[in-house]
């Protein structure tokens, strides 16, 4: 199993451009999970899905859209990006609505210009 | 107050020292604890969860006080290896759902 795949690893972008984070998942779990990681600030919840078709909000939202359209996948789409949005992006895939382990991707680091 | 708390250190130990950390919450919802470590620019992983009753695995014990909202990472023997970040996160009951809350981190590094 490769676990949870996050592409690209890296990647800078100006101002007003738009961008996909992928995430992929080969561990059939329901649930996964956006965040973002900024020094000072922990992690933070992006978005969050409880199984294909189902997705919510998590603690900061704005500026990312995501959709499940299978249990593989979880994209999390930057509309029109942001120098706030420079951050690092994990992706994890939970198990259980319990969210008692997460398994994390390998991160995206943007860097927004 | 954040609603997680841990001390940023840096916590700088030989190697074979014992070395712990502490983790405070405030919300007494909380419902279940657990210690992940972060190397330098890599994902967070699963350390351990946090017992009631208190659990080892191997050189790490971790414990849980709710009386006085704490956990803790006792770490013994310590090695090169150990060297990383350790997030404390705590699930609590939000509503219908269950919350994460993760703490910052506390930064150790073992010196040879």
């Known amino acids: 199993n490769a676990g949870v795949t996050q592409t690209p690893k890296f990647q800078v972008l100006k101002t007003g451009q738009s961008m996909t984070l992928q995430c992929a998942q080969d561990m059939n779990h329901e649930y996964m999970s956006w965040y973002r990681q900024d020094p000072g600030m922990g992690l933070r919840l992006i978005h969050y899905s409880v199984g294909a078709g189902i997705t919510d909000q998590g603690e900061v939202p704005n500026g990312y859209n995501v959709s499940r359209s299978t249990t593989e996948d979880f994209p999390l789409r930057l509309l029109s990006a942001a120098p706030s949005q420079t951050s690092v992006y994990f992706c994890?895939?939970?198990?259980?609505?319990?969210?008692?382990?997460?398994?994390f991707g390998p991160g995206t680091r943007l860097l927004v210009l | 107050r954040k609603e997680v708390e841990q001390d940023p250190g840096p916590f700088n130990v030989p190697e074979g020292a014992t070395v712990a950390f502490n983790c405070t919450y405030s919300n007494s919802a909380s419902q279940s604890f657990f210690w992940y470590r972060q190397d330098c620019r890599k994902e967070p992983k699963l350390l351990m969860s946090v017992y009631s009753s208190g659990n080892e695995d191997g050189r790490f014990t971790a414990q849980l006080n709710r009386a006085s909202q704490y956990i803790s990472l006792l770490i013994r023997d310590s090695k090169l290896s150990d060297s990383a970040t350790y997030l404390c996160?705590?699930?609590?009951?939000?509503?219908?759902?269950?919350?994460?809350?993760w703490g910052l981190g506390t930064s150790l590094a073992v010196n040879p």
């Open positions: 994890a895939s939970i198990p259980g609505p319990n969210q008692e382990t997460q398994y």
């Open positions: 996160v705590v699930n609590r009951q939000a509503g219908n759902n269950r919350k994460l809350i």
